[in-house]
């Protein structure tokens, strides 16, 4: 547990990012605030540390990831065919979930968060990760929802047969600091879940926020209620969040 609480997160716009080098900087932010927490536990209380915390938005260029308990028969296409006619990438990493897309359109945010500054409980992490993005769906009058059982948020009905999954979500946390995040399809081309079985559920639809509403939204905007939900939800402290 932190002695010195600290509740400002900083915000990184990183734009259109290639797969790897948002990890890179991922692992980097990570690996600054273990450290620090392991280094505190050496210090007198006078000389504890603070330890920061991030939010990521970005873009990738086609991607697909998999997760730690992915099938690699949720691919339906082999990778040399995923660069030649899709121009995508494969990457396996160390997350919760199976496979998923990250394409051009997409917000992705990433919360590198040390979550001994909020509360130590990943189920209501995850819980407020999805909430923020259900009443950011609000803001544009889309009503969107959970299924029990299943992570992300979803449009439609399930017991009528017309769910829509519109964000995905996968995250890893060692010592309460997280990784990963979510996925929220904006203006995503669809076309690209075609080619996977998008998080191995095989009866459901994939639907974007452009797509609900008939017109393109700005990224950066929907990013901005992103921000404001979370800092409400979380209790944060974010410099030069607007609205």
């Not at 290639?18 to 000389?47: C, G, P």
């Not at 006619?85 to 396996?92: D, Q, R, S, V, Y």
């Not at 979550?115 to 950011?136: A, C, G, K, P, V």
């Not at 800092?231 to 944060?236: G, I, V, W």
Request: aromatic share 8%.
């Amino acid at each position: 547990m932190n002695r010195r609480i600290n509740k400002q997160v900083g915000i990184r716009e990183l734009g259109l990012i290639e797969y790897q080098s948002a990890w890179d900087e991922q692992e980097r932010l990570f690996a600054t605030i273990v450290d620090k927490k392991l280094l505190n536990r050496s210090r007198t209380d006078e000389e504890q540390q603070p330890t920061p915390n991030y939010l990521l938005f970005c873009e990738h260029p086609p991607v697909y990831t998999m997760g730690t308990s992915g099938h690699a028969e949720n691919l339906l296409m082999d990778e040399d065919r995923l660069a030649t006619e899709l121009g995508a990438t494969l990457f396996k990493i160390r997350r919760g979930g199976d496979i998923t897309y990250h394409g051009p359109g997409q917000l992705v945010g990433y919360p590198i968060l040390d979550l001994d500054n909020f509360f130590t409980d990943i189920h209501r992490y995850m819980r407020l990760l999805e909430e923020s993005i259900i009443l950011t769906l609000a803001d544009y009058g889309l009503a969107a929802g959970r299924i029990d059982g299943l992570t992300g948020v979803w449009l439609g009905n399930d017991a009528e047969g017309n769910a829509r999954k519109i964000c995905a979500m996968g995250v890893k946390a060692s010592r309460w600091v997280t990784m990963h995040g979510f996925a929220l399809n904006v203006n995503t081309n669809l076309r690209y879940f075609d080619h996977i079985v998008p998080c191995g559920i095989t009866d459901k639809a994939v639907t974007s926020m452009a797509v609900e509403l008939g017109y393109e939204v700005p990224l950066n905007e929907v990013s901005h209620h992103v921000q404001r939900h979370m800092a409400n939800l979380f209790d944060m402290e974010i410099d030069g969040m607007n609205g």
